[in-house]
């Protein structure tokens, strides 16, 4: 089952806006992974954030966790066309040797040129 | 970053017959990989954990004699639809993770298998 769940489940924002991903978990979690992926392609991994951390950033990706929220966001700043993707989050519990990833509903981000 | 191969990217066959769908990690050695199918529009779904050396772990309501696993190296795993039907059609994923355990996903390019 789904452990994330993801919202808005679509945006759609003009090119030079911010956009903001919402992410909530159900369990205890060791990361939370925030994943890009183009229409019919593959996953690309854009940022990791630990349990113990509460902010992150990478270039014009700022994440934060809220871990008593269970819940998690990804800013993306300026926004350029080419961020069009769908985006997910994931997380990685922290009980057992589980090495799988639980991924989220998604959102599908939309940038208008 | 780390590179994960995936081969077919498109594949359509035939109702009934078998298809294969490779991975393989290309920088280094994944003792684990995971195959992950995705309808339309929705999030991945996991299928099945790849244990080189050892059987595979299936996800609750994933058929094993349907969705057959190997994973005779540490860089190649191989998924194979058997005896494929129309509503096998989605899109299909694999990724690995360096070991070490608490790092990102490398994921493949993603198959588009198509039942007709």
């Known amino acids: 089952s789904q452990q994330g769940e993801e919202d808005p489940q679509a945006l759609s924002i003009q090119e030079g806006e911010n956009a903001t991903m919402n992410c909530s978990y159900k369990t205890s979690i060791n990361n939370l992974q925030w994943y890009r992926q183009n229409s019919g392609r593959g996953l690309v991994h854009l940022i990791l954030i630990r349990s113990n951390e509460r902010e992150k950033h990478s270039g014009r990706l700022r994440v934060t966790l809220d871990t008593s929220k269970k819940s998690s966001s990804l800013l993306i700043t300026a926004s350029r066309a080419a961020d069009t993707a769908s985006y997910f989050c994931?997380?990685?519990?922290?009980?057992?040797?589980?090495?799988?990833?639980?991924f989220g509903s998604g959102t599908q981000l939309t940038v208008l040129p | 970053g780390a590179v994960v191969s995936q081969h077919p990217s498109r594949v359509i066959c035939k109702s009934g017959t078998s298809v294969k769908i490779e991975c393989r990690s290309l920088?280094?050695?994944?003792?684990?990989m995971f195959w992950y199918r995705q309808f339309p529009k929705k999030s991945l779904m996991l299928m099945a954990t790849?244990?080189?050396?050892?059987?595979?772990?299936?996800e609750q309501g994933v058929e094993k004699d349907k969705f057959l696993i190997n994973h005779a190296s540490l860089t190649l795993s191989t998924l194979t639809v058997t005896s494929a039907h129309p509503e096998d059609s989605s899109f299909y994923i694999c990724s690995a993770a360096k070991p070490g355990g608490n790092t990102e996903a490398f994921f493949g390019q993603g198959t588009r298998l198509t039942v007709v």
């Open positions: 920088d280094f050695q994944a003792t684990t």
């Open positions: 790849s244990n080189e050396g050892s059987k595979a772990t299936y």
């Open positions: 994931a997380t990685k519990i922290s009980s057992g040797s589980a090495r799988q990833l639980t």
